[in-house]
């Protein structure tokens, strides 16, 4: 069974960084796609980020481009999100998720998989 682990949530001042890391494990495929997806208290989940081993296709919401990038080890099995100039609104929990075999990020963030997930605070 897959299984992601999340890690590298806390809390920051407005405009600090953070990198979270997805470690995967448990699967067969040949493929894969990771991506991060955030729920905030009383708003809609938000797919924020998405990269592919099969077609190496990113994906990343309007509200983090320039501002957040995602890289993968794929040796590690393991993607980064590194979060720059933080905003108050990017306070979340952030999960990771998983979807196994060709999957092509231009169709947004996987997710038949989650991770525990990570919270994320901002602070003004």
């Known amino acids: 069974e897959v299984q992601l682990v999340e890690s590298g949530g806390g809390s920051v001042q407005a405009g600090g960084s953070l990198r979270l890391s997805c470690a995967a494990s448990g699967f067969i495929f040949d493929d894969y796609a990771i991506g991060w997806i955030r729920r905030a208290p009383g708003k809609e989940r938000e797919g924020v980020s998405c990269i592919s081993s099969s077609d190496d296709s990113t994906y990343y919401a309007d509200s983090v481009k320039g501002r957040f990038t995602i890289s993968n080890d794929n040796a590690k099995n393991t993607v980064y999100l590194q979060m720059n100039n933080l905003k108050p609104e990017d306070t979340a929990v952030y999960y990771c998720?998983?979807?196994?075999?060709?999957?092509?990020?231009?169709?947004?963030?996987?997710?038949?998989?989650w991770g525990q997930g990570t919270q994320v605070t901002v602070s003004s």
């Open positions: 998720a998983f979807e196994g075999g060709p999957y092509s990020c231009d169709y947004g963030v996987p997710s038949d998989y």
